[in-house]
């Protein structure tokens, strides 16, 4: 109870000389609460696409066989199937039809793809909600498409897909197979790509050396790739989220740095001043950890909150210019927060620790000198 | 009051956040779970490979199935031509690092 007592009397008197330099100490204070606010907003916002890839994607197709003519994709023939489905271990091949169209009437681009199992009528569409929020004309309920070889045709509007759906098929454009052809010019007997239902998960990377073998120039990618992708290309330690965070750090650097290497001269006398009092260096020590303690966790805690809201309640709204990039179409979609007390403990030891251990440092250096050397300096 | 007792009820006010912050997520999650599912029904039902994060480069709508010569889609730190280029890192299959 004593020793509460005097952390108590220790802390009340750290907080005193903190406010005597407010001015510093609040500026202080909101620099590394915003350094904090932007490392975790990134860690936030990667965390939850990588969730939703991971919760999602799973039920992706088994594997995807892509045809690659000089590098880039091509056009699969049909006939490819058979080869494929020969394969001891293959359930099913289906092959499926989808491709990119650039919209010039609000410049966005949208994905069409053709599914069978919605049995969707020649001349009539699905759009996604992302699609229908930048219609221009929404009113009449039809959609021009220029094809290929310079015709339009006008497309009916049957359904817009529930917003709920914006993270997977925000600019999606469901058709009939005879339309997309139509379109696009595809050939009979070709398909964008082909998916395959595989009977037992551990068969796939035989089944995907068999089919490289078979037909050289496909390239299959199985779900646990695409799964990988998603893990990769949203992880916070890589792209361009790395460099948010390096400028963030070096400013925390710069920050604790500038701590480490010494005391104000303010500072040093007001040491000096409790030691000719009575003071133990243990004291001050203590006296400086709860200044250390005082400054990085309201800053830790008011960051991390902060951040937590822009992800989850703006969503993200500071981001999104760099998100949105040139992309006409945006999803709105509303994340689901995949926090995780790594993350949390990562952004605790990375910031709170540090500038705790840097504040200590310089004091106990101070501290451990004769008051009246320290007080004359 | 005391500053000491100020500064420590703000702190558990502010721990409490902490908390109201992980209870929220858990919230959210379960009662996401519908919309997930019917997120999960579509992309079986389609086979969707990606998430529809960004619509401007083919390459960043569809990373999975990006091929490796897509321009300016070198490394990482690469001079992008669409920013959520910069954004996005390269699929690790498309490095090179492949699972079979």
Redesign the interface.
């Known amino acids: 109870m004593r020793w509460f007592e005097k952390q ?2 220790i ?2 008197f750290t ?2 000389a903190l ?1 005597r330099r407010k001015g510093k100490n609040i500026t202080l204070v909101s620099v590394y609460a915003f350094v904090v606010f932007l490392v975790a907003s990134v860690v936030f916002l990667t965390g939850a ?1 990588k969730g ?2 991971e ?7 088994d594997m ?1 066989v ?1 045809r ?1 003519v000089a ?3 091509d056009y699969i023939p049909l006939s490819y199937m058979k080869t494929i489905g020969d394969i001891r271990g293959v359930q099913n091949v ?1 092959s ?1 039809l989808w491709g ?1 169209y650039f919209d010039q009437t609000n410049s ?2 949208y ?1 069409l ?1 053709v ?1 069978d ?2 049995d969707i009528q020649p001349g009539s569409i699905l759009i ?1 909600s ?1 699609v229908a929020r930048n219609l221009l004309v929404k009113e009449t309920g039809s959609l021009p498409f220029r094809t290929y070889d310079g015709s339009y045709v006008f497309m009916k509007i049957e359904r817009v ?2 917003e ?9 454009i ?1 058709l009939n197979g005879g339309d997309f052809r139509r379109i696009f010019l595809t050939p009979e007997g070709q398909a964008t ?1 082909l ?1 395959l239902k595989v009977k037992n998960p551990r068969e ?3 089944i ?2 068999k089919i490289v073998a078979l037909l050289p120039d496909t390239r ?3 779900r ?3 799964l ?3 893990d ?4 916070w330690r ?6 948010v965070l390096s400028g963030a750090f070096l400013a925390f650097l710069i920050l604790a740095w500038d701590k480490a290497t010494g005391l104000s001269a303010e500072e040093r006398r007001e040491i000096g001043i409790l030691k000719g009092i009575g003071w133990e260096t243990s004291d001050i020590l203590q006296l400086k950890f709860w200044e250390g303690v ?1 400054v990085s ?2 800053a830790f ?2 960051g ?2 902060l951040a ?1 809201v822009h992800v ?1 309640f703006t969503p993200a709204v500071l981001f999104e210019p ?2 949105k ?7 709105r979609f ?1 994340l ?4 995780s007390v790594y993350h949390v403990s990562t952004l605790f030891f990375l910031t709170v620790v540090p500038y705790t251990v840097s504040t200590i440092l310089p004091s106990w250096r101070a501290a451990s000198i004769d008051p009246d050397i320290v007080m004359r300096a | 009051m ?4 100020v ?2 009820v ?2 558990v006010i ?2 409490m ?2 908390v109201l ?2 209870v ?2 858990s919230v ?2 379960a009662s ?1 779970k519908v ?2 599912d ?21 390459y960043t ?5 990006a ?3 897509t321009p300016f889609q070198d490394y ?2 690469a001079f992008e031509h ?3 280029g ?8 498309l490095r090179g ?4």
């Open positions: 108590k009397n802390l009340d907080l005193s406010w696409v939703e890839a919760r999602v994607l799973v039920e992706a197709p995807m892509q690659l590098g880039r994709h289906k499926r990119y966005a681009n994905t793809m599914n199992e919605l996604g992302g897909l529930d709920a759906l914006d993270l997977v098929a925000a600019d999606l469901l790509d998916v796939m990377p035989t995907a050396r299959p990618i199985l646990e790739e695409i990988r992708t998603y990769a290309v949203f992880e890589g792209g361009l989220s790395i460099l005082a966790f309201t805690l008011a991390l909150l937590y989850f760099a998100i990039g040139w992309s006409v179409l945006y999803p509303q689901t927060p995949h926090l | 005391r500053k000491c007792n500064f420590l703000c702190m502010a721990l956040g902490v912050m992980v929220h997520s959210l999650k996401e919309r997930r019917a997120r999960g029904d579509w992309v079986a039902k389609l086979g969707l490979s990606d998430l529809c994060l960004f619509t401007d480069a083919r709508r569809h990373p999975v199935m091929d490796v010569h990482p730190l669409f920013p959520s910069s954004i996005i890192g390269v699929p690790p299959h690092e492949r699972s079979w």
